[in-house]
């Protein structure tokens, strides 16, 4: 009997369609518990930053520093919800404010070489440090000025990183005796409250108790086929492109040690762990259970692809910036990285040819 | 039937089904994306080892240049005065910035040439990084000029009219010239690059001898690189030889970034502020990033021709040909045995007095235009939400870019007004669908 329904409906992707909608329901869920996570860490942070404002002792900056690898961890899990004009990067996503990059350091503070540097330490350049503002300078016509987001908290906590051995090294005096000490607290605590209400903007849009919310409208069984495509999207592209090329072997090709996302905080090879950790989470979560449905080997491919992107992950050495330099002998593990990652893609985009769908590609 | 074989065969039908959709005219050059994306793809036919570097390239222009110093060293050294800190901010996902559609200050694709203006240098940089003064700001208003179709349907145009206040360093003197610029979209012009000269030259008839109203010519300009004088290809003007030097003289031009081409930075007497500035390196993309952004550009593919064995692009094709359009808008070329499809035959035409400016880096006359190939421009709607063209964005779609011509495009343009509306909204549907 299924083999005759198999034979009548040649696109098994249509004769699974219940599979597809369990599959559809188990990614919104999971997205929305994974944003809920980043923002209650988003919270933590903010709690973390308002001690170490109230008391900016070197010990609460430790502190929030530590907050702010916790919530870098529950975060990049959840860019595996972008690349297809989700909540996070649709319309009026907050993407671009909560992790732009490359961040413009002396546009914000000093820095090496520009003792003098930055909007903190000119109140004429900006009088209020408040959300508006600083939103409005964040992606203004013909100026991308990063100044908000993760980046810019992880700058404001640990300062540029001039060392091969160590991290940024901000001291806690910057908020305490050093000219201009009140206007980084008052920009740390405005850029903690920015990524709190972004996160919030997002998990709503994710909500399922929500009856008007963007789950609602991708869990609907009339967009089955393009919420499917979104989620592989998401992984393929993920993978393909912003990790393997624009993370990845960019900063192997620039060779420059900074060049890298997280780069204050030394914490880079972790948004790669947890970003691919993000897409285990989409395609264990039901995708290759769907996909092996109907072609168990493409799908033993994609877990095989998985599996391996993980491995590469861990062994990248850490801090990231030393691998990339010239002649490190990190360079062949990164590689390594960026080919499991290209690899991973393709496997996510045979999956995608399987169920019957075609996976655009990004910008 | 076994379970094995049966998903033999469906592999092989998804397969076949896909195959189905997708015509296999695109050649190695082109794609048939029709999203907003549609601009971005590298040529379909590059390993995965260029793929990589068409990234890196991608990933210089599209992110955004910071102010020196930076712990980012290979992207830091914006301005210090500039239009833009991105590539992508007046090529936006590798389209047509908007140009002079925004009133007031205008958009960042919007940048101004000038000519006899002592102490600006070649362009004006209305923006500048916190400590140097901007050098002016520019103000754009709209004219709207009524016109007739020969069958009574009437039109109006929209010219842009251009102030500038608190210059800097002194109002211009009387002989000045000042020429706005939009950034275009960027796709094919590693195709432009390899038309082969003398297939251009050949085109040329500068003392119009075959009568046909048409006098298209070619200028020599200087490449950098060799030290050689060759065929102008881009710009506006043909001013630039090579893709490398017209992206190199962005970076320094628009974006304030000193390259292996352009070692100086825009700071010209007196603009010491400017001077002092704290660099990001000498220069600030080394000859490595400039590769790799010139490898982008001339790998960046173009959309294939929406439907070109349809009834309808047959028709419009005919006007097309018929009213002259033709003449210089060459239909196709040949790259590596490939058919090429960009509509132009690289050549400067006078296009009349109303468009005619000035530019500093060829020597084309102030009415000469180079022909603009027309691929993909009925897809910069969906990639950039506009319509705009022509040199500072002032045409609002196809229909105005042809009423616009002058010169030696007279002729086409009075034919078109002359056409039943059918056969106008054929013509136009047609260039939509290059």
């Known amino acids: 009997m299924k083999w005759l329904v198999v034979l009548i409906l040649p696109l098994a992707a249509q004769a699974a369609s219940a599979n597809t909608h369990d599959a559809i329901i188990a990614y919104s869920k999971t997205a929305y518990a994974k944003y809920g996570e980043a923002l209650m860490d988003a919270q933590m942070l903010k709690s973390a930053i308002d001690q170490f404002i109230a008391d900016p002792t070197e010990a609460n900056l430790i502190v929030a520093r530590s907050a702010w690898l916790t919530s870098r961890a529950s975060y990049s899990p959840t860019e595996v919800y972008r690349l297809y004009g989700g909540p996070i990067d649709g319309e009026n996503g907050p993407e671009g404010a909560l992790n732009s990059w490359p961040l413009d350091e002396a546009y914000i503070d000093y820095v090496d070489g520009d003792a003098n540097a930055g909007f903190i330490q000119h109140p004429d350049r900006l009088p209020t440090i408040a959300a508006g503002p600083l939103r409005d300078l964040n992606e203004k016509d013909g100026e991308k000025n990063i100044a908000t987001g993760y980046h810019a908290i992880e700058f404001m906590l640990w300062g540029q990183d001039l060392y091969a051995d160590s991290a940024g090294r901000r001291p806690a005096t910057d908020y305490t005796t050093a000219p201009f000490a009140d206007r980084r607290k008052a920009y740390l605590s405005v850029l903690a409250d920015m990524i709190v209400a972004d996160l919030q903007f997002v998990t709503d849009a994710w909500n399922p108790q929500n009856p008007n919310s963007y789950y609602q409208t991708f869990t609907n069984p009339a967009r089955e086929q393009e919420s499917l495509k979104n989620i592989l999207t998401g992984v393929a592209n993920l993978s393909g492109f912003e990790l393997s090329q624009e993370r990845m072997f960019t900063p192997l090709d620039n060779m420059s040690q900074e060049d890298e996302h997280s780069c204050f905080s030394d914490n880079t090879h972790n948004d790669f762990i947890y970003d691919v950790k993000g897409m285990a989470n989409v395609l264990r979560g039901g995708i290759i259970d769907l996909v092996r449905e109907t072609d168990e080997d493409v799908a033993l491919e994609l877990e095989e692809a998985l599996a391996k992107a993980e491995k590469a992950m861990a062994a990248i050495p850490v801090p990231f910036d030393q691998a990339i330099t010239e002649n490190s002998p990190g360079r062949p593990f990164v590689m390594k990285g960026v080919e499991s990652l290209e690899a991973l893609s393709e496997a996510t985009k045979q999956a995608a040819v399987v169920l019957g769908l075609e996976i655009p590609k990004p910008e | ?434």
């Open chain 2, 1 to 434: 039937v076994s379970l094995k074989n049966y998903r033999i065969f469906r592999r092989l039908l998804v397969l076949a089904i896909l195959l189905a959709g997708t015509p296999l005219k695109a050649g190695p050059f082109s794609v048939e994306d029709r999203t907003f994306n549609a601009f971005g793809h590298p040529y379909p036919s590059v390993t995965v080892e260029e793929n990589r570097l068409f990234h890196v390239g991608n990933s210089i222009f599209r992110d955004n240049w910071v102010r020196a110093p930076s712990t980012t060293k290979v992207r830091d050294g914006l301005g210090p005065t500039f239009n833009a800190n991105t590539c992508s901010a007046c090529h936006e996902l590798d389209g047509r910035g908007e140009g002079a559609a925004k009133l007031g200050f205008p958009s960042a694709s919007l940048l101004f040439r000038i000519e006899n203006i002592p102490g600006y240098g070649g362009q004006l940089n209305p923006l500048s990084i916190d400590g140097v003064p901007p050098e002016v700001v520019p103000n754009v208003e709209h004219a709207l000029v009524p016109g007739l179709y020969a069958d009574g349907t009437p039109y109006e145009l929209r010219r842009p009219i251009y102030t500038f206040s608190q210059w800097l360093y002194g109002a211009p003197p009387a002989t000045s010239r000042i020429s706005p610029r939009v950034g275009q979209q960027v796709i094919g012009v590693g195709l432009l690059e390899r038309i082969p000269a003398d297939e251009i030259e050949a085109q040329a008839d500068p003392d119009d001898k075959n009568q046909d109203g048409i006098s298209g010519r070619t200028i020599q300009v200087l490449n950098l690189r060799t030290g050689q004088i060759q065929l102008g290809r881009f710009g506006w003007k043909s001013e630039q030889p090579t893709v490398e030097q017209q992206s190199a003289g962005a970076l320094v031009g628009d974006i304030g970034v000193t390259n292996p081409l352009f070692p100086e930075e825009n700071c010209p007497a007196p603009q010491v502020e400017c001077q002092n500035a704290i660099n990001g390196g000498a220069p600030e993309a080394d000859e490595r990033v400039l590769s790799r952004l010139v490898f982008y550009m001339t790998h960046l593919a173009v959309p294939t021709r929406r439907d070109p064995e349809s009834a309808e692009f047959l028709e419009g094709e005919k006007v097309f040909q018929r009213i002259g359009c033709a003449s210089c808008h060459t239909p196709s070329y040949q790259i590596d045995g490939n058919a090429i499809y960009p509509y132009t035959d690289m050549l400067l035409h006078d296009m009349g007095a109303e468009l005619a400016d000035r530019d500093l880096g060829g020597n084309a006359l102030p009415t000469e235009w180079r022909t603009p190939p027309l691929w993909g421009i009925g897809l910069i709607h969906v990639v950039n939400k506009h319509t705009n063209l022509l040199h500072d964005g002032r045409a609002r779609g196809v229909a105005e870019a042809v009423l616009w011509h002058g010169g030696e495009g007279e002729r086409a343009r009075e034919a078109f007004r002359s056409l039943s509306q059918l056969e106008r909204d054929r013509l136009v549907k047609f260039v939509n669908s290059l």
